[in-house]
């Protein structure tokens, strides 16, 4: 089938883009010295990990326990980080559990996250390996760098439950800024802020094993930090809207788009897609002026869109639509507009091969 063939909307992947992603970022933190940890958020997808894991990558990352029930059942990994905090005695239970599978290795910010998972653990007679989070400026999650996050450290040592095997962050304030310099800038302050606090732990009697770094637009800068030892990249897999406005993608770089239909043309300079919030989110709209940027079409913009409609606006001089066209749309945030699909169409040379099953989708908890 070919691909304009398909009902709509519908979330469509370029084989080929998508593999050139995976293996230029794991070509990339292989020249770097770093090890590569993809963060499976983004795609969900059980066959995409295994690409990833074949392709060179030491493990994964996952955000919720939930991923990582999925991900143990369904492909060949041992060795499994989860960068968020673990509370409540229900999921600590939960990480029990999986820990007799598999390396499970969490994040905690604190002593409160980090105390019950240690009780529950040494009663249970194991370690579990912990990565304390650091906040380089996301101001988010973690504990500051620096002396905070070293007191920290020697609080968690002492725990009888856990093995502290490094830290993490992420430069999430990456986004934030408006152009690759600005990039740069937050890749490198997060990488020094890292090293620091790292060498402040050894000085004080503490090994620190792991030092984590994990943002896709500053991931080719940050590992360039010396003493960085791996990486946590997500969205790099697919990219979209938001990598091409931090110049850190093209348009050519992106391997999801949301397949579109052209349902009604009101007017010569407006025309209205059957997808909307439902299949692209709202994430970033407001920021950006549009819900998602039309592939190959630069005179028409997805300037509205709601749950199930999506309006352009078309600049009639250079650009027509009539019904029953198809275009197709970057997500500005690709992870979200993911988590809404059953299922990802995947296609080699606009030539439908395959389906995947988004089979980590709405595993939130």
């Not at 275009?327 to 993911?338: D, F, G, K, M």
Request: glycine fraction near 8%; charged fraction near 25%; charge should be neutral.
């Amino acid at each position: 089938m070919y691909k304009y063939e398909l009902d709509t909307p519908v979330a469509v992947v370029d084989f080929d883009i998508m593999e050139k992603n995976i293996n230029d970022m794991a070509d990339f933190a292989n020249s770097a010295g770093v090890k590569l940890r993809p963060h499976i958020k983004t795609h969900k997808v059980s066959e995409i990990a295994s690409m990833q894991l074949k392709a060179g990558a030491n493990g994964i990352t996952c955000a919720k326990l939930g991923e990582v029930e999925v991900m143990i059942d369904s492909i060949a990994v041992d060795d499994i980080f989860i960068a968020n905090q673990i509370v409540g005695d229900e999921k600590i239970q939960r990480l029990l559990k999986l820990s007799e599978k598999a390396k499970i290795s969490v994040g905690v910010d604190s002593v409160e996250v980090a105390q019950p998972i240690s009780d529950s653990a040494f009663k249970r007679g194991i370690k579990i390996p912990v990565i304390i989070k650091i906040d380089t400026g996301l101001q988010r999650t973690g504990v500051p760098y620096g002396e905070p996050a070293v007191e920290l450290a020697k609080k968690i040592v002492k725990m009888h439950g856990l093995r502290l095997s490094g830290i993490y962050t992420h430069e999430g304030h990456v986004y934030n800024v408006t152009g690759f310099d600005e990039v740069r800038q937050v890749g490198l302050e997060s990488g020094r802020m890292m090293i620091e606090t790292a060498d402040m732990m050894r000085k004080s009697g503490i090994e620190v094993e792991t030092i984590s770094v994990g943002a896709t637009p500053s991931a080719k800068i940050t590992c360039t930090v010396n003493g960085i030892t791996e990486t946590r990249p997500g969205t790099y897999v697919f990219n979209d809207y938001f990598e091409i406005k931090l110049g850190v993608a093209k348009e050519e770089d992106c391997a999801l788009t949301i397949l579109a239909t052209v349902i009604s043309v009101p007017t010569g300079d407006r025309a209205v897609i059957d997808a909307g919030t439902k299949s692209l989110t709202s994430d970033k709209a407001q920021a950006f002026g549009v819900y998602g940027l039309i592939k190959g079409m630069p005179d028409v913009k997805l300037i509205r869109a709601y749950e199930e409609h999506g309006v352009l606006k078309i600049d009639p001089s250079k650009a027509k639509l009539k019904v029953g066209d198809k275009l197709e749309v970057i997500p500005n945030h690709v992870c979200p507009a993911v988590n809404l699909f059953d299922e990802l169409v995947v296609v080699r040379n606009d030539c439908v091969e395959t389906t995947w099953k988004v089979s980590a989708r709405g595993k939130l908890r």
